[in-house]
Nanobody, 124 residues
Framework: VHLVESGGGLVQFGGSLRLSCAASGFPSDSYAIGWFRQAPGREREGVSSISIKDDDTYYADSVKGRFTISSDRVENTVYLQMNDLKPEDTAIYYC??????????????????WGKGTQVTVSS
């Protein structure tokens, strides 16, 4: 299983970024992908997740209305569109996958495979 995140960077307060998570190495008809983030000195937080089979989604309260998760089943890629970014969104963002899962939420222990992360920095 291989996950590659991309799309992170430096953006100003109120700006936007789109993260991508390209997944490979497992059956692609049913799996769940989650986006997590970890800021220095803080615990890893579940940000959003999506079920590939039926498009069920989860959003943390802190990102509802600002972040949108979506998937491209042909490319096996999941996106996290992040709008109206705030300095508190600054963190390393990771994607994680659990093959054959129907739906998973924000519990990182339920995901077996992780990417290496991409840094998102929001300046004030």
């Amino acid at each position: 299983v291989h996950l590659v995140e991309s799309g992170g960077g430096l953006v100003q307060f109120g700006g936007s970024l789109r993260l991508s998570c390209a997944a490979s190495g497992f059956p692609s008809d049913s799996y769940a992908i989650g986006w997590f983030r970890q800021a220095p000195g803080r615990e890893r937080e579940g940000v959003s997740s999506i079920s590939i089979k039926d498009d069920d989604t989860y959003y943390a309260d802190s990102v509802k209305g600002r972040f949108t998760i979506s998937s491209d089943r042909v490319e096996n890629t999941v996106y996290l569109q992040m709008n109206d970014l705030k300095p508190e969104d600054t963190a390393i963002y990771y994607c994680a996958v659990e093959p054959e899962a129907i739906y998973l939420g924000p519990d990182s222990r339920e995901y077996s495979y992780w990417g290496k992360g991409t840094q998102v920095t929001v300046s004030s």
